[in-house]
């Protein structure tokens, strides 16, 4: 919600009591994310920049490395938002772009040995980050009781994250260990929609469908140079998801002279295959060969679900 621009919601609904036409998963309740409909004609929108500097300045001097820590976190959000609606016909397009350096983490740890030996470490989680959100679609106003939205959503974050940890005796102003380590993760969302509303001539009396697919896919690679004395190596690991669904609901709603009645049925079909691979190389004289190993390349998950609700207020 954090990245979704003010500008673009027009209300907030939380719901409590969630009818038929919600998952089963949300019974405890809803946060509904209503945006506005732009009513003036022709054309219209807005542009937007946002320019953020973060911490100026260190807590904490960083230990002895070539990377230490983020200072200053740069975050540059440009974004569009344009409209045109002629007749009964309107067009939308929202987009939003995040360019930013962060430190989401930066912990520094000191360990007390029995032997005398006092050890100081810091991890600190260098991310270079970049997000893209496009959101767009058309409004059909069939006529005074049924209209119905085409629209798609394009959802796309990558960060790379670096540190360099060393383990530094505060007592010789040596190293013991040293490792870095870099994670490159892609995350990514598409959703498109196709949604159908009648109103009946009774105030509250609706009927709606709707047809929907979306992708999620999730790629992190994670690699890990090691230098100590009890071992040298370098390790990678990844993981690759990629998750499909389909989904099909209709949403009846009459109300009554005290209440009102919902009908509701959804069909969900789902499919996430996912991919993990570990390597790992030892490069001590242990053993000079390397080592892959590959888990669920073959693991595909196929849901169907439906259900069906009806509930009396």
Request: charged letters at 25%.
């Amino acid at each position: 919600m954090g990245n979704i621009p003010a500008s673009n919601i027009e209300k907030i609904e939380i719901i409590n009591n969630p009818s038929a036409k919600y998952d089963a998963n949300g019974f405890a309740g809803i946060v509904n994310i209503i945006y506005k409909k732009e009513k003036q004609t022709g054309l219209n929108g807005d542009v937007g920049l946002s320019l953020g500097l973060g911490a100026l300045g260190k807590r904490k001097p960083d230990t002895k490395t070539d990377l230490g820590s983020f200072s200053v976190n740069p975050k540059l959000i440009p974004s569009i938002n344009l409209n045109y609606k002629k007749d009964k016909v309107n067009y939308f397009l929202q987009s939003e772009f995040i360019i930013q350096e962060a430190l989401p983490n930066n912990e520094f740890t000191t360990r007390n040995y029995k032997d005398g030996r006092n050890i100081i470490s810091q991890v600190p989680e260098n991310r270079r980050q970049f997000r893209s959100i496009i959101n767009g679609g058309i409004d059909f106003e069939l006529d005074d009781k049924n209209s119905l939205t085409i629209s798609g959503l394009y959802d796309r974050e990558k960060h790379i994250d670096t540190a360099q940890v060393a383990f530094t005796d505060l007592n010789t102003n040596t190293r013991n260990r040293f490792y870095n380590w870099r994670e490159e993760e892609v995350t990514r969302y598409i959703n498109a929609s196709a949604n159908y509303r009648h109103q009946f001539e009774q105030t509250g009396h609706t009927l709606s469908a709707n047809v929907q697919y979306t992708q999620g896919l999730e790629d992190e690679t994670y690699s890990l140079n090691d230098s100590s004395a009890v071992r040298v190596g370098r390790d990678k690991t990844n993981i690759l998801a990629i998750e499909n669904t389909t989904s099909i609901s209709t949403d009846y709603v009459r109300p009554l002279k005290s209440g009102r009645i919902e009908l509701g049925a959804k069909l969900r079909i789902r499919r996430l295959p996912v991919d993990y691979t570990i390597t790992w190389r030892p490069v001590d004289y242990l053993s000079r060969f390397g080592h892959v190993l590959r888990l669920g390349r073959e693991s595909i998950c196929r849901i169907c679900e439906l259900s069906i609700g009806k509930r009396k207020l």
